[in-house]
């Protein structure tokens, strides 16, 4: 069984920060790319940021140079830097990695649960 559970979010200012992050445990064998997902109330979920096992990386052109993805593979967990918040970033956000769990032939895609970014005036 495998589980990923993210933790950071929360309510903040307009021009603040927030740091997600995301944890993958139980039954791995490698995790392949990471990423972090968004929707917000009636839209559709959108690619934020996502990162490769060797640390390259790809941002929506909506958060480039704000906010900034980073994984520590000894962990198993990846982050989502966010700076310069502003209203339109509120949204739940999802992590997504691609997992090999042991015993098993093939990876797959696992969701965490989400967690509630919300960005005030």
């Known amino acids: 069984q495998v589980h990923l559970v993210e933790s950071g979010g929360g309510l903040v200012q307009a021009g603040g920060s927030l740091r997600l992050s995301c944890a993958a445990s139980?039954?791995?064998?490698?995790?392949?790319?990471m990423g972090w997902y968004r929707q917000a109330p009636g839209k559709q979920r959108e690619l934020v940021a996502i990162?490769?096992?060797?640390?390259?990386?790809n941002y929506a052109d909506s958060v480039k140079g704000r906010f900034t993805i980073s994984r520590d593979n000894a962990k198993n967990t990846v982050y989502l830097q966010m700076n310069s918040l502003k209203p339109e970033d509120t949204a739940v956000y999802f992590c997504?990695?691609?997992?090999?769990?042991?015993?098993?032939?093939?990876?797959?895609?696992?969701w965490g649960q989400g967690t509630q970014v919300t960005v005030s005036l």
């Open positions: 139980g039954s791995i064998f490698s995790i392949n790319a």
């Open positions: 997504k990695a691609d997992i090999h769990p042991r015993f098993s032939v093939t990876s797959r895609y696992f």
């Open positions: 990162i490769t096992s060797g640390g390259t990386t």
